[in-house]
């Protein structure tokens, strides 16, 4: 069956260092994976998808994911976090290719320390 | 452009009553999708709406429906509620419903719908 695992529930990193969250999935075909961010109260925001090609994808706000196929997995970087880059992040991946039928993970939630 | 309004953004009901949500997508986007938010089962599709026919539905009971109207727009709803039908329900509208390189999907802010 597919399913998104996001095995970190909660990090803390202090400003200015750097930030991977850890996303595997499984999906049985070249899977489309998305990372979204969601601030309190607030819905759904993409921060990039991953659909062909390079596997190493650039978004917005600084953040960058890497695809690896062998590991199954689509982790999220950025390479010095702010303090208004917490919020809670969710790891999908988009079910026989549609946009609006995704599988979410549990989420990490995202503290940032002064 | 505006984004996606959801309405109500707040609701508290009581259980056995029913509830209607409403989404309004992005003006020309065609397709809408529902999802709920729990903090113990996090987010989990509903279903998804292209062109007034739903493509998709995830594993909810029958409880739940949905609809969508000509422009668009698109209705949940939920009846006989229970007290874990308590969460917050989002909904997504995009252009074409599938994957393509330069388009993604909008999430409205929510409905929070408390049942007591």
């Known amino acids: 069956a597919q399913s998104v695992t996001q095995p970190d529930i909660h990090i803390t990193v202090s400003e200015g260092a750097s930030l991977e969250l850890r996303c595997n999935y499984s999906?049985?075909?070249?899977?489309?994976l998305f990372w979204y961010v969601q601030s309190p109260g607030q819905g759904l925001q993409l921060l990039l998808k991953y659909f062909s090609g390079d596997t190493l994808v650039q978004g917005i706000k600084g953040f960058e994911a890497e695809f690896k196929r062998s590991q199954s997995s689509f982790n999220l970087r950025k390479p010095s976090v702010h303090w208004s880059d917490a919020a809670e992040y969710f790891c999908?991946?988009?079910?026989?290719?549609?946009?609006?039928?995704?599988?979410f993970g549990k989420g990490t939630k995202l503290s940032v320390k002064p | 452009k505006a984004g996606v309004t959801q309405t109500p953004r707040y609701l508290i009901k009581t259980r056995g009553q029913q509830v209607t949500l409403s989404c309004s997508p992005i003006s020309g986007h065609r397709s809408v999708s529902w999802y709920q938010q729990t903090p113990g089962q996090g987010l989990q599709f509903l279903f998804e709406?292209?062109?007034?026919?739903?493509?998709n539905k995830g594993n909810f009971p029958g409880r739940f429906s949905g609809r969508q109207f000509s422009n668009s727009r698109s209705e949940m709803n939920v009846s006989t509620l229970e007290l874990g039908d308590s969460a917050l329900y989002l909904c997504?509208?995009?252009?074409?419903?599938?994957?393509?390189?330069?388009?993604?999907?909008?999430f409205g802010q929510g409905t929070r719908l408390t049942v007591v």
């Open positions: 997504a509208s995009s252009l074409v419903g599938i994957v393509v390189r330069n388009t993604e999907a909008f």
């Open positions: 709406y292209f062109s007034e026919t739903q493509r």
């Open positions: 999906y049985g075909a070249t899977p489309y």
């Open positions: 999908a991946v988009s079910i026989g290719g549609s946009q609006g039928n995704l599988i």
